[in-house]
């Protein structure tokens, strides 16, 4: 067995420690409440080694399901997150009993918009409010309900929405949705490439990009590879990865720089030889780490082809 | 003088303008009247960031009656991002020279923070030396985006939220320490210690960044914030303070001073003053004032320097000009 393949199974084997008697995962491994984000991302790594572990997180994801479709930030919450609905999404992938549950999610997703793309607020950025650079016509998610829409959230969704086999029963509108999603991707781009939350120009200024957001939103424009945007941003990525020694950015940089079949092997080593890995206080960190570690199978999983 | 219809309806329209402006802030909207008969403000020199500044907070702290013997006391430090050479964080010399005064005073310290535009809380604290000072001196970092949280109603109701879901630690704490950078912010006029309550908001419950607090409204947020989770002291970082388009894209400012203060609305109208600007002309300094705290020169205890306005006052994008003392330069 490898180093990393070594060093990834112990990481599981914390993961599956850190899981809670609800089946759900906490923030940190400090708490005992569990939360959505968190849960969804050791889903998705434990996918890679299916077991008992997987079936209670996925049991505890569907007893989470709000009444209208969408999931919740963390159990016992009262609003819906569009975030951790898009994840949830993507991690009851490939269970055919679940199917009923992420039709709703997705429905839910359907009639969620940032809040741009409503008329009034269109013509209040267009006018009076333009201290942010942006194109109000083209939104995509929000973090919840009620917000505008950022980069990460918008992410989540079409890469949950690009993983339905058909854009049929209802959900006609799923190619638009996306297309209008991409367009907010590109449009809140930093202007030397990458992104942060979603502030490309602030009064005029521009707004530095960040490593994960950067490579998260890479991931959902992997069709978009020859767009200039979209290589700036690569760019960017590949020029600062080196200097990261953050967890939770190293492994977002080896997923989105290895679907756009970038080297990767210097930061993969990077990543291996981290001093206390397993000790990351913060369990979607330490997931996320596990998927990186595995990035063709978690690219896979996350619906990008590399 | 005889009122033409046109007149009536363009004083109608002003008056309704004006209302609808101002009437949110003539409804008492607080549960609480927490201000203290007298408020204490200690304005102490410091040109910079050296071990110096253990002693220099240590002798302003004990221009103050505190009493943290077996407390748990936690400092609410700004770190939104990092950039090199830039004034966007409240420095971690500071922040280590407090946890230490606390120490040495018998409390026991974290500190806490969840950044508002970063979401790798690792890398902001690694990028901006936290991660090995505080490593170093053994001081424990809670990622507030990330803490447990409990569902907390808001002690005054000017965002029209009941309630907010709050860290653990925040909400247990015996006594926050607000540690803001001194900084204009081009939505809020400045960012102090009221407005550094942000972040207590956890990310992993609003996102990145705080949107739902945009949307209800920035100063009826810091007054709901200030409300409902008190801040019992305040360290002000101003050695080198930012102006201009803060929090993040402003100007270093070198200021050269350190404010402490027993009361967050002092701390903040002192701060202001210091800056050049009127502190009634802060919507959540005026409010708060009403409160939370006390803003009025007459009732504020100056120890260490007195209160003086620079020559030149802070800059500020266009929409705070306003902010501006009269009778300062502009």
């Known amino acids: 067995m490898t180093t990393d393949r070594v060093v990834l199974s112990g990481l599981i084997a914390e993961l599956i420690l850190r899981q809670l008697p609800c089946g759900g995962w906490a923030a940190l491994a400090s708490s005992s409440q569990p939360a959505l984000e968190p849960t969804c991302f050791a889903a998705l790594a434990l996918g890679l080694f299916p077991g008992d572990a997987l079936g209670r997180a996925q049991e505890f994801l569907l007893h989470t399901q709000n009444p209208n479709g969408s999931w919740p930030a963390f159990a016992g919450d009262d609003t819906d997150g569009a975030w951790v609905t898009s994840l949830t999404v993507m991690a009851l992938h490939d269970m055919v009993p679940v199917i009923p549950s992420r039709l709703r999610g997705v429905h839910w997703l359907m009639s969620c918009a940032g809040k741009e793309s409503n008329w009034f607020w269109k013509w209040k950025f267009r006018t009076t409010d333009r201290h942010v650079r942006f194109d109000p016509n083209k939104f995509g998610w929000p973090w919840f309900p009620d917000t505008v829409s950022w980069v990460v959230p918008t992410t989540f969704a079409i890469l949950a929405l690009n993983q339905l086999p058909c854009s049929c029963g209802g959900l006609e509108q799923v190619p638009f949705r996306v297309e209008r999603g991409v367009e907010m991707l590109l449009d809140r781009v930093c202007p030397d490439g990458g992104w942060n939350a979603g502030n490309g120009v602030v009064y005029g200024v521009p707004v530095a990009p960040h490593p994960d957001d950067t490579a998260i939103a890479l991931l959902a424009l992997r069709e978009h590879e020859r767009h200039p945007v979209v290589q700036s941003s690569v760019q960017y990525l590949e020029r600062i990865a080196s200097s990261l020694t953050a967890p939770w950015s190293v492994a977002w940089a080896i997923l989105a720089l290895a679907a756009y079949g970038r080297p990767i092997d210097s930061l993969y080593g990077s990543l291996v030889a981290l001093p206390e890995l397993p000790n990351v206080n913060e369990t979607s960190t330490l997931a996320l780490v596990c998927l990186a570690l595995d990035y063709q199978r978690a690219l896979s999983a996350l619906g990008v082809t590399s | 003088m005889r009122l033409t219809r046109r007149d009536f309806l363009v004083g109608s329209a002003a008056l309704a303008a004006g209302a609808s402006v101002s009437v949110p ?13 007298r408020s204490r403000v200690a304005i102490l020199q410091a040109a910079r960031y050296s071990q110096e500044l253990d002693h220099t907070l240590a002798a302003g702290l004990r221009l103050f009656s505190i009493d943290v013997r077996g407390k748990r006391v936690v400092l609410k430090p700004n770190l939104v991002d990092y950039a090199a050479g830039d004034a966007i964080n409240t420095h971690p010399v500071l922040v280590l020279a407090a946890a230490e005064s606390f120490r040495r005073m018998g409390a026991s310290v974290v500190v806490a923070e969840g950044p508002g535009h970063q979401r790798d809380t690792e890398l902001v604290l690694s990028q901006s030396g936290y ?72 990310g992993a419950r609003y996102g990145w960044p705080k949107n739902i607090l945009h949307w209800k409204g920035i100063q009826e947020s810091i007054l709901d914030l200030c409300a409902t989770a008190p801040v019992r002291f305040v360290i002000a970082d101003g050695i080198l303070a930012m102006e201009g388009n803060g929090p993040l894209n402003g100007t270093p400012r070198p200021l050269g001073k350190i404010v402490l203060a027993n009361d967050p609305v002092a701390a903040d109208a002192t701060c202001a003053r210091l800056m050049g600007f009127e502190p009634d002309r802060i919507l959540h300094i005026r409010e708060g004032s009403r409160f939370l705290g006390n803003a009025a020169p007459s009732l504020i205890d100056q120890v260490g320097e007195t209160v003086s306005a620079p020559a030149e006052p802070f800059q500020v994008v266009p929409e705070f000009r306003h902010l501006r003392a009269t009778g300062v330069s502009p």
């Open chain 2, 25 to 37: 802030f003539l409804l008492p909207k607080y549960h609480i009247d927490r201000r203290p008969k």
């Open chain 2, 131 to 202: 991660q090995e000072s505080l490593r170093d001196e053994k001081v424990r970092f809670v990622d507030l985006n990330r803490d447990e949280l409990i569902r907390t109603p808001l002690r005054a109701s000017y965002m029209g939220m009941k309630s907010l879901w709050l860290p653990r630690t925040v909400l247990e704490a015996d006594f926050l320490v607000s540690m803001p950078k001194i900084k204009t912010h081009h939505w809020a006029g400045v960012t102090l210690s009221m407005k550094n309550m942000f972040g207590v908001v956890p």
